[in-house]
């Protein structure tokens, strides 16, 4: 049985695969139509969502499946006290396959020991998101045409954002990637993430904390919001969260053929002013994930067109 918790629980030839299919499926959605019929997804949410939730369910209806769900850990029996183990092992007999999201890093792996289907990882505490790191790779590679050789920038809450650990974990796998890092001291990249993806493998990176500095050396610039739900104190969220907003001002610095991503939501990191510049893509970011989490689904399931 297929789990997905960390994104390296993916081969890159997997995940070749997964962008295949994803293009297959942009192309001539109605073959999929029916692919999952009398399947069921269970979406479990824990934590907030609007992207990943909706995107998944959305999936798993294109794909002719159904779908069932909560939203917030509120209006599930968590809040009576359930356990993680114990609402899996239950929801497992009710659905094929469960996507969940977790406040708590390493739910997931509890997750696996009482599940008798397919575990996916919408997100755990300040951890990983390998769905997002999917999404993002289909992005880069339709808007660069290529995963490798790529000079990445991530700005912002490298510390608690889950989406730039899981994106550094899969793009370290690919030939001629450089890292730039770009965030708040406070806010650095965990040690974890730093060795066993970066230094480890001997990628070759460089830290800052001035985005105006680098932003014209720079294939793709990935901006991330500082999280303020993993703060242990408000002040120290509001003194930190504006650190960089991206202006139409900075973009002028950056490369013609940069690409501006962000797994969103955006709060103040992106001005909307530079929404229209034709080097934003975190919208179609974000459509793609529907196209690939479409894609990875089937997979799981084991099912073919
Ligand atoms: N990118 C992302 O995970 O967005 P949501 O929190 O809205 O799912």
């Known amino acids: 049985m297929k789990n997905l918790i960390n994104i390296l629980d993916l081969s890159v030839e997997e995940i070749d695969s997964l962008i295949k299919v994803a293009d297959d499926i942009i192309a001539d959605p109605e073959k999929y139509n029916e692919v999952c019929r009398h399947k069921i997804l269970a979406t479990l949410f824990f934590e907030p969502s609007t992207r990943t939730r909706l995107s998944f369910e959305s999936a798993m209806l294109s794909l002719g499946g159904q779908v069932l769900g909560f939203s917030e850990a509120s209006s599930s029996s968590a809040a009576k006290g359930e356990s993680v183990a114990d609402t899996i092992a239950v929801v497992s007999g009710y659905a094929d396959i469960i996507a969940m999201r977790h406040p708590k890093e390493g739910a997931p792996h509890v997750a696996l020991t009482r599940s008798t289907v397919p575990i996916i990882n919408a997100g755990d ?20 045409g290529r995963l490798n050789n790529l000079k990445i920038g991530v700005c912002g809450d ?18 001629g990637i450089e890292f730039v890092l770009i965030s708040p001291v406070e806010l650095k990249l965990p040690s974890f993430v730093k060795k066993d993806y970066i ?36 002040e120290d969220y509001l003194r930190l969260k504006d650190s960089y907003i991206l202006t139409e001002e900075k973009m002028k610095k950056a490369s013609p053929d940069l690409r501006v ?45």
């Open 261 to 305: 991503m962000h797994p969103l939501p955006r709060v103040n990191e992106i001005s909307t002013a530079v929404d229209s510049d034709p080097r934003a893509c975190y919208f179609k970011q974000a459509r793609y994930g529907k196209f690939i989490r479409m894609a990875l689904i089937m997979d799981m399931l084991g099912v073919t067109v």
């Open 199 to 234: 230094k480890d493998k001997g990628i070759p990176y460089y830290q800052s904390t001035n985005l105006d500095d680098v932003i014209g050396d720079l294939d793709i610039l990935y901006m991330t919001r500082v999280q303020r739900e993993r703060f242990f104190n408000e």
């Open 125 to 144: 505490g300040g951890h990983f998101h390998p769905t997002q790191t999917l999404t993002d790779l289909l992005t880069i590679s339709h808007e660069k």
């Open 158 to 175: 490298l510390k608690f954002g889950r989406t730039v650990h899981s994106l550094i974990a899969a793009m370290s796998r690919y030939t």
